[in-house]
């Protein structure tokens, strides 16, 4: 990964996220370690996504808003040379604290400006991330720029009418604004052969992640510590909007109660795709 490197290199860490993005990089990255908690009730969804990409020993592949880096250690257990970039700064150190000795490369940089040459990698793979960027037909291009021809593309993507999009309702009516572009858009199959058709031939199916929690007090504790979005929304409200943001944050989960515990079915897709 000799010309990956020489490349990248040359950008350096203030010029490595667009200022339209530097909010949502400090967003993302507030939850440092915690959010390796948050990924702990998606490890089902990754382990999917990774098991359709089929990762090779030796292969060069590219995880696009790495986080805290579980899929790309993924792909690195099973011999092949990965890069991690992400906006975060501080998921990218629990990355590397978490990694294992992994050699994984990881890098902060943006999704919609990859710092690396065209078809560089065998296979790009995104896992609830890159479907958060601002500007999707950036990122899109990204994806299929890096990707060689013939090489594999695997995302997964929370679905419009999923659980995930539902807690996120439940959050917007405390935020001060709402976001012009929808991140469940990439979980749409028109928009995802949208962004992605025209370098890519895709398969699109949906599957089902289950987030098992011993409650919604626990649900809240988890995410306010460790989720960006959330905590950082927590963080911008009084105390009395706060307390209420709890709340109803809380009975959204209690509403999946299972016996002693909480037991959400949360539907994404996964989108897999040979480069043209």
Not at 11 to 37: K, L, T
Not at 156 to 167: C, V, Y
Request: charged share 25%.
């Amino acid at each position: 990964m000799d010309g990956q490197t020489t490349v990248a290199s040359t950008i350096q860490p203030q010029d490595a996220i667009q200022p339209h993005n530097e909010r949502a990089a400090a967003v993302w990255s507030s939850g440092g370690r915690d959010y390796e908690e948050i990924i702990r009730g998606v490890y089902d969804g990754i382990d999917a996504t990774i098991a359709a990409l089929a990762p090779r020993p030796g292969e060069r592949i590219l995880d696009v808003a790495t986080g805290t880096g579980i899929a790309a250690r993924a792909c690195a257990r099973r011999g092949a040379q990965v890069c991690g970039i992400d906006i975060a700064a501080g998921l990218l150190d629990a990355a590397r604290a978490l990694s294992d000795g992994l050699p994984i490369d990881y890098r902060l940089g943006d999704a919609e400006a990859l710092p690396y040459p065209d078809a560089g990698f065998d296979a790009v793979v995104s896992t609830f991330g890159v479907m958060f960027v601002g500007r999707p037909e950036a990122a899109a291009r990204e994806l299929a720029r890096v990707c060689r021809p013939g090489g594999r593309l695997a995302l997964a993507t929370w679905t419009p009418d999923g659980a995930i999009a539902a807690m996120f309702g439940v959050m917007r009516p405390y935020m001060a604004a709402v976001p012009a572009v929808s991140p469940f858009d990439w979980g749409r199959t028109e928009r995802l052969r949208e962004l992605l058709g025209d370098a890519f031939d895709l398969t699109v199916r949906t599957e089902t992640s289950h987030y098992v929690e011993t409650g919604g007090e626990a649900a809240w504790n988890t995410f306010v510590t460790g989720y960006g979005p959330t905590r950082m929304l927590a963080a911008s409200l009084d105390e009395e909007r706060r307390a209420a943001l709890k709340r109803d944050f809380v009975a959204f989960h209690e509403r999946y109660r299972e016996g002693q515990g909480i037991h959400v079915p949360r539907s994404f897709v996964l989108t897999l795709g040979t480069r043209r």
